[in-house]
């Protein structure tokens, strides 16, 4: 799996948007962009993924790059519910055996 | 659907004792998978099933032992344990068939080994 480049921590107001970056230059053709967030002593949550396309769910949007070597997952109003570690995966679909690899992760802070 | 559920919550063992953590999945994945975390690092992956009655080592599988009769069911067996496996477990599901779908994980168990 491709390495992922994310900054250590990020602040945000709450009821802005908070913007994640996320570099994966090393990327492969067949490698999605997947992001997880971890809320303190919580299991890690899915939040979105994406190929090529921008996508957008309930939770988040996620825009990548053209070129694909970096990604943006973008809170789209910022709660203090989302004070978590977001970690931001490269991967091929589904492997059985292949574990996740989460790296460190920005940690993101809202505040009132 | 209660999605990924793992019991116990907290458990504190004496060296040398042995016990199993429960995980269970009502979302019929095929895929199931142990990893630990340990403070400061990430997810490391112990043991997987890729379904009922398979079952295979991953990262940090030593001092661990699964089983897989169903497919709602894989429990996390400690043969013997030490204090370095004093860990938070998480257990975590996916239907694993080779989609870009997603794992969905378990609230975690906090395990300390005195």
């Known amino acids: 799996d491709a390495k992922t480049t994310q900054p250590p921590s990020m602040d945000c107001a709450e009821g802005r948007a908070a913007n994640l970056p996320c570099n994966h230059s090393?990327?492969?053709?067949?490698?999605?962009v997947y992001w997880y967030r971890q809320i303190h002593s919580q299991g890690p949550q899915y939040i979105i993924h994406?190929?090529?396309n921008n996508e957008t769910n309930e939770m988040a949007s996620l825009i990548i790059t053209e070129d694909r070597k970096s990604s943006t997952l973008i809170l789209p109003h910022a709660t203090l519910r989302d004070t978590a570690v977001y970690y931001c995966i490269v991967r091929v679909g589904e492997q059985a055996g292949t574990a996740l690899i989460f790296g460190k992760g920005t940690t993101l802070s809202v505040s009132s | 659907n209660a999605g990924v559920t793992q019991t116990p919550k907290f458990q504190v063992l004496k060296t040398g004792q042995s016990m199993t953590l429960q995980c269970a999945q009502d979302m019929n994945h095929e895929y199931m998978s142990w990893y630990r975390q340990d403070p400061g690092m990430g997810l490391r992956l112990i043991h997987y099933?890729?379904?009922?009655?398979?079952?295979d080592q991953g990262e940090v599988p030593n001092g661990y032992n699964v089983s897989r009769s169903t497919t709602e069911d894989f429990p996390l067996r400690l043969l013997s344990a030490a204090p370095s496996q004093t860990s938070v477990y998480f257990c975590?599901?996916?239907f694993g068939d080779g989609r870009a779908d997603t794992q969905y994980f378990g609230p975690g168990t906090r395990l300390t080994v005195l």
């Open positions: 099933s890729v379904g009922a009655g398979i079952t």
């Open positions: 975590a599901s996916s």
């Open positions: 994406g190929l090529k």
């Open positions: 090393t990327i492969s053709g067949n490698e999605y």
